[in-house]
């Protein structure tokens, strides 16, 4: 592999990684990071990898026609990168993709059994881009099947017909995913929906049932 640049998007992955490994988000091998090039093709970190212990090398490359470029011969993309290839699809201004694995996120999705999640009227939603006061707004909850290609296509056709009100999704039991017109605003969706995450379980704590 090429020595990297200042510029080189992976730097900002691992940095971003680590993190949110520190946060508890990505313990051990969970989640997955990725970042589009001006080719189209993207960067997302490689099967197995301790998030927070990250190297140059510990990512795969994947191309519009399907073409993976791997740093070693053992290295394989990330089991969700069907995931991150139909956000970048059904967004074209997406340059970064996350998603972590954390407690509330994995509670909060079992508050419904519907497949939205009622989100609280948080001033933190402006960061999100909802700028309505009072705003009624939900985000789209998704089935965590085995198979990661039968998620990737439920997410297509899902947003295709509805799209999203905010760029994040729930997939229950599992984690949130964002998607950002750059890293740093991708990371700081990730701390914005993991703090409403923590609202909502320390409300629902206080409230009971009247926050359910």
């Not at 407690?103 to 009622?118: G, K, M, T």
């Not at 933190?124 to 009072?134: A, F, I, Q, R, S």
Request: glycine residues 6%; proline residues 6%.
């Amino acid at each position: 592999m090429n020595s990297p640049t200042l510029t080189d998007a992976r730097l900002e992955l691992i940095t971003a990684a680590r993190h949110f490994y520190q946060q508890g988000w990505m313990v051990g091998t969970a989640g997955n990071l990725s970042a589009r090039l001006s080719d189209g093709s993207f960067w997302i970190t490689a099967s197995g990898k301790s998030k927070g212990e990250l190297a140059i090398d510990d990512f795969v490359r994947v191309y519009p026609d399907g073409k993976v470029e791997q740093p070693t011969k053992d290295s394989k993309p990330s089991a969700e990168t069907a995931i991150h290839q139909v956000i970048y699809n059904l967004f074209p201004q997406a340059t970064s993709c996350y998603h972590v694995h954390s407690v509330e996120a994995n509670l909060v999705s079992r508050f419904v059994n519907e497949d939205a999640l009622p989100l609280p009227p948080l001033e933190m939603l402006k960061g999100l881009g909802v700028w309505e006061e009072n705003p009624d707004c939900v985000m789209p909850i998704f089935a965590n099947h085995l198979e990661v290609q039968q998620i990737a296509t439920e997410i297509k056709t899902r947003f295709s017909n509805t799209p999203p009100q905010l760029p994040a999704l729930l997939i229950r039991d599992h984690g949130v995913t964002v998607w950002a017109a750059s890293s740093t605003e991708a990371r700081n969706y990730i701390e914005l929906v993991e703090y409403i995450f923590r609202y909502m379980v320390a409300a629902q704590r206080v409230f009971g049932k009247e926050m359910g």
